[in-house]
């Protein structure tokens, strides 16, 4: 039986796909701007064996709702917004085996200083970081950075090739193995004839020179990708070892999986590559009862105007012009049609309103929420391996910490009853204890 493998996403924000949750009493992520809320959610998930914490990040507020950054503002629609990089040296203090999946936006940032920071976060956390590579998705953003728009889809994955390009060079390239003596008797430090000058020139970004950071224990981190358009998977197959999916129904998530699958074997990729992540979120307690019990309470807090900020800034529909009880299918935009075609799927005899959508939506975003007992939820977890083909989840919360708490104290234990989880860490950085084939990048990725 295949281990499943978890992950937690979560953002340097307040409330990050439950929309509206942080005013419940029992939620701590408004603390999100302190040390010691991060430091504590890393010994938990490190307790609980998490492959991963998997942070999300935007650059950009979300101004489609209302053509206005209000709604975003009111609800802590994923802003305010921190920097997620700036945690992980604190997390990793705290904790020995938890890797770090960080998300960096390279649409805006020359790949040569990028290169030098995840470098240097390698190093500290003695390799146990990862990149989850994203090429922005809001106009506010571009805007932000000195542009009028973002760049269409098309023109930001070839961008992203190019800097893939790039980032690949001074990694792995620019620096020899040995090329670092630390030879105190000879007053050597660094062999200047084992470092190699970078030079590429390119259509969207140029450079020639040396990479500023010694070889880190990964040299590339664990790349991972989320996007799911055509575009986007050809992308993954070419360059991700980890993708994260969302969507929701197993159907939708097995097409998915086929398709990022397919496009990795064209560009000579092992079949088992890349490892595949489906978003989830997990409401539970001890027993059905109090489990739904709790999810009826979290229901009390829901935001449908916050959930539909979110959702406009994904879909590009600007939901304000709309009532939420008005059907779904008189709003056209090829993102939310594909959305809405997914969720038809789960019941094909139904006709979404806009706000059942935002209901939907409010706790877990557009992936899947399950509740139920610590066995239901294993089952539950079973059958989304076995039918879609997924190597694990990228878990969610609902309410902060306790979500993830609920999740360390009352179902891995059930998984690990089953033999499904694992007991313990594997040795080495992140990508051994994904793969277990070593340190370094496997050459297959290299160029794509």
Not at 73 to 97: E, F, G, K
Not at 293 to 318: C, H, N, P
């Amino acid at each position: 039986m295949k281990e499943i493998r978890l992950n937690a996403f979560d953002m340097n924000c307040v409330s990050h796909q439950a929309s509206g949750l942080w005013r419940h009493p029992r939620d701590q992520s408004d603390q999100y701007h302190t040390l010691q809320y991060w430091t504590n959610l890393a010994r938990t998930l490190e307790r609980g064996l998490f492959d991963a914490l998997f942070l999300a990040d935007v650059l950009g507020i979300y101004d489609v709702y209302g053509s206005s950054p209000d709604a975003a503002l009111r609800n802590a629609a994923q802003v305010p917004v921190n920097d997620p990089a700036m945690l992980i040296s604190a997390m990793a203090l705290v904790t020995r085996n938890l890797g770090f999946g960080l998300t960096a936006t390279l649409s805006y940032e020359h790949p040569f200083p990028f290169a030098r920071r995840m470098s240097t976060l390698d190093h500290l956390t003695q390799g146990r970081i990862g990149w989850n590579i994203v090429t922005g998705y809001l106009n506010s953003a571009a805007k932000s950075t000195g542009k009028t728009q973002q760049f269409s889809h098309d023109i930001r994955y070839e961008m992203a090739d190019e800097y893939m390009q790039v980032v690949y060079k001074l990694w792995e390239e620019s620096w020899e193995d040995n090329a670092v003596q630390r030879d105190r008797n000879s007053g050597i430090f660094t062999d200047p004839t084992k470092i190699h000058p970078v030079r590429y020139d390119g259509k969207y970004f140029t450079v020639d020179a040396i990479h500023l950071a010694e070889p880190s224990p990964q040299r590339t981190p664990v790349l991972f990708q989320a996007g799911a358009s055509r575009r986007g998977q050809h992308f993954a197959g070419a360059h991700a070892e980890c993708v994260f999916i969302a969507g929701p129904s197993k159907e939708i998530v097995c097409k998915t999986v086929v398709s990022i699958r397919d496009q990795a074997r064209l560009q000579g990729r092992r079949t088992e590559q890349p490892l595949i992540f489906s978003l989830l979120t997990i409401i539970t307690a001890p027993t059905r009862e109090a489990a739904w019990k709790k999810y009826e309470d979290y229901k009390q807090y829901i935001s449908l105007e916050g959930a539909l900020t979110l959702l406009s800034g994904w879909t590009g529909v600007d939901f304000s012009q709309y009532e939420l009880d008005e059907p779904i299918r008189h709003v056209r935009n090829d993102a939310i049609n594909s959305a809405i075609d997914a969720l038809t799927i789960l019941n094909p005899d139904k006709i979404w309103t806009v706000g059942e959508l935002a209901r939907h939506a409010a706790i877990g975003g557009m992936g899947v929420t399950i509740v139920g007992s610590p066995t239901e939820i294993a089952d539950q977890m079973e059958a989304w391996m076995e039918e879609t083909g997924i190597d694990g989840f990228n878990l969610a919360y609902a309410v902060a910490p306790e979500t993830f708490e609920d999740i360390v104290d009352l179902i891995i234990p059930e998984l690990q009853r089953r033999g499904r989880y694992k007991t313990a860490y594997q040795p080495g950085t992140l990508r051994n204890k994904l793969f277990g084939r070593g340190e370094r990048l496997d050459n297959a990725y290299i160029g794509g």
